[in-house]
């Protein structure tokens, strides 16, 4: 997730720019840049510190001319090539004079590339975004004004895209269109902007506009005019922004919990971006071991802690399932000290939101040390798990500011259950038909989610009956498992209150003992082949007086004879089901938490990132 601005008919624009670029850093970066455009100038300046970039930038920005009213600005986390200044946005095309900023993934980047090479192009990065700047200069030289260029540049690509274009010889203009990332417009009397979200001009704009999906703005000092992809014209719709600057950063949410649980459709959205092959090939561009290998893997051990953990445990059934390995899934700080056995063609995956968890980092470094070959399932780029591990798959949530983990969790099954159906396709476990079938199913999750999102009150409801409640058990069978360990540790670590996950056979191995009227019992009961089995456990805990809180399907007829209560979902696949069943438990954890006045983004005890043992 990359962080854009612009700015047209400004008196202070480089000010401007670095101000929004450091009010966008909270989304994490690794790389910045500006364009400063005015006409026949073109003024670039692009640095690679990490998170210490924009400051670089400021000091290198030192040096700048003056006398420029207009720039773009771009905060970078590397997708698509290394995290370094030649791969930095702005891009520039042949001439120099056009200056493109872009945030999202151009998935036909690959196929467009080799024929702007072949028609001449010479690139200077190995980013996706370049195409984009090579391709408004060809509509250009074909007489068309920078509006027009781009419309006609953007029928040609697939993928997400929130991009914005200067070109020196129409000056004062910024021409951008939005395709699934994220862009704000904002005016003032004189000046026009744009950007990521409102907090990178919130104390400069008066007023906000939303440019929806396949919308394309102009924006020049007097204001802006939008168009659709067809040409057509559109009215942006107007936001009522009455935000301080850190309600802005959290998108008008009262915390980054509630804003990153909203974020959950984006994230399974953005990790799946660019995975496929038109000839229906899984590929992950940051995978650095070769099918060759991939194919020989005899066993797989996944390696994590907390909700990764959780994730890894889902996986599990995944890679099971659909390409017949099997799978062994360990805490990391378990995994080190148990002397574990590495063979021949064990491949160790190591799951951790961070990339930074010490447990998980010192448990693949003893896997490499014992020859196993690593992949890391990291959400930060460059992260210390991604630098040292063979191969890496990147999940694409975006930063994660809260200390709970929600939408980097299910990005994470969904980068997971994707290289299981890539695993499945290279040892020819299923048919090209099934994979398919599975991708697609995939891709609608996103949606899934979202619909449960919008039952957001229900849920909130639910809260408060079961409001001075202490004890909570919450059980699932199969991948209804995981779901359940880790609504539990959502609870837990958000309202402080006693919360079990247990596998729903278990209970009369002994936790039926603790149920008792009082006790709720959260069951997920989502999964058609498990239905009947935890029917009957609902049965056991109600005849002993427990609140029974039920996850069901839409279409489910048979749970409301058994539950006090039911968050209801869409039905899918049942190996998808994690994605969309987790959201009623931390939507649940998250109410629970706010009625108790806990701080939801800084739970006691705990920090975002454990990088002691
Ligand atoms: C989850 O809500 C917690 N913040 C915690 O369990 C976390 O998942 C764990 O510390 C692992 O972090 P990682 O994914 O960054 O490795």
């Not at 039952?455 to 919450?474: P, Q, T, V, W, Y």
């Not at 539950?563 to 931390?586: C, G, S």
Request: aromatic content about 6%; glycine content about 8%.
């Amino acid at each position: 997730m990359c962080g854009i601005i612009g700015v047209v008919g400004s008196s202070d624009t480089l000010a401007t720019l670095l101000e929004g670029l450091t009010r966008l850093e909270y989304r994490g970066y690794d790389s910045a840049g500006i364009a400063l455009v005015r006409p026949g100038q073109t003024w670039r300046a692009r640095t690679a510190e990490g998170t210490e970039s924009v400051a670089a930038l400021r000091r290198v920005c030192e040096d700048a001319p003056s006398g420029f009213s207009s720039g773009i600005g771009h905060t970078r986390w590397a997708t698509h090539g290394a995290p370094e200044a030649v791969n930095a946005h702005p891009h520039l095309d042949c001439s120099g004079n056009i200056a493109i900023i872009h945030n999202g993934i151009i998935e036909n980047h690959r196929e467009l590339h080799e024929a702007l090479v072949a028609r001449g192009h010479l690139f200077t990065s190995v980013t996706d975004s370049e195409v984009l700047a090579h391709l408004i200069e060809e509509a250009r030289a074909r007489g068309l004004e920078l509006m027009e260029a781009m419309r006609q540049s953007l029928l040609t690509v697939r993928g997400a895209f929130a991009v914005a274009v200067m070109d020196a010889t129409e000056p004062d203009v910024i021409v951008a269109a939005r395709r699934i990332s994220p862009l704000v417009v904002g005016t003032a009397p004189g000046v026009t902007y744009l950007a990521s979200d409102v907090p990178a001009i919130l104390d400069r704009a008066t007023a906000f506009y939303a440019v929806n999906d396949d919308e394309i703005v102009r924006l020049g000092p007097e204001g802006f005019r939008a168009i659709d992809l067809e040409g057509g014209p559109v009215r942006l719709h107007q936001l009522s922004i009455d935000w301080d600057l850190e309600t802005a950063e959290k998108g008008g949410h009262d915390d980054f919990m509630s804003k990153e649980i909203s974020e959950q459709p984006h994230a399974i959205r953005a990790t799946l971006l660019d995975r496929r092959r038109r000839d229906g090939t899984i590929t992950f561009d940051e995978m650095r071991i070769d099918d060759e290998e991939l194919r020989e893997v005899k066993r797989v051990v996944l390696v994590a802690a907390g909700t990764s953990h959780h994730a890894a445990l889902v996986a599990k059934y995944a890679i099971e399932r659909w390409a017949r390995i099997s799978v062994e899934v360990d805490i990391s700080s378990e995994y080190r000290y148990r002397d574990p056995i590495v063979e021949i063609g064990t491949l160790v995956i190591g799951v951790s939101q961070s990339g930074e968890t010490i447990d998980t980092i010192q448990a693949t470094r003893e896997a490499q040390r014992r020859g196993a070959r690593v992949v890391a399932v990291s959400n930060i780029v460059d992260s210390s798990l991604a630098r040292e591990a063979d191969a890496v798959i990147y999940t694409r949530a975006g930063i994660e500011v809260s200390v709970a983990s929600t939408k980097a969790f299910v990005a994470q099954v969904a980068a997971l259950e994707l290289l299981a159906l890539r695993l499945a396709q290279l040892r020819g476990t299923m048919s090209p038909t099934d994979v398919d079938a599975l991708f697609l199913g995939l891709n609608a999750v996103s949606a899934q989610v979202a619909t449960t999102l919008e039952r957001r009150a229900s849920i909130e409801l639910i809260a408060k009956e079961l409001m001075g409640s202490h004890d909570f058990f919450f059980l699932g069978r199969h991948v209804g498992f995981p779901t359940a360990l880790e609504g539990a540790l959502k609870l837990k670590e958000l309202t402080y209150m006693h919360a079990e996950g247990y596998p729903g056979g278990e209970l009369k191995h002994g936790p039926l003992a603790l149920i008792e009227p009082g006790v709720v019992v959260v069951a997920v009961a989502t999964h058609q082949l498990m239905h009947e089995k935890i029917l009957s456990n609902l049965a056991e805990v109600k005849a002993r007086g427990a609140s029974v809180v039920v996850v069901a399907t839409d279409d489910d007829e048979t749970i409301d004879a058994v539950a006090d209560f039911v968050m209801r979902v869409p039905a899918t696949e049942p190996l998808f089901t994690p994605m969309v069943d987790i959201v009623p438990l931390q939507l649940f954890a998250y109410a629970m938490a706010r009625q108790l006045g806990r701080n939801v983004d800084r739970p006691r005890n705990l920090a975002k990132t454990v990088t002691v043992e």
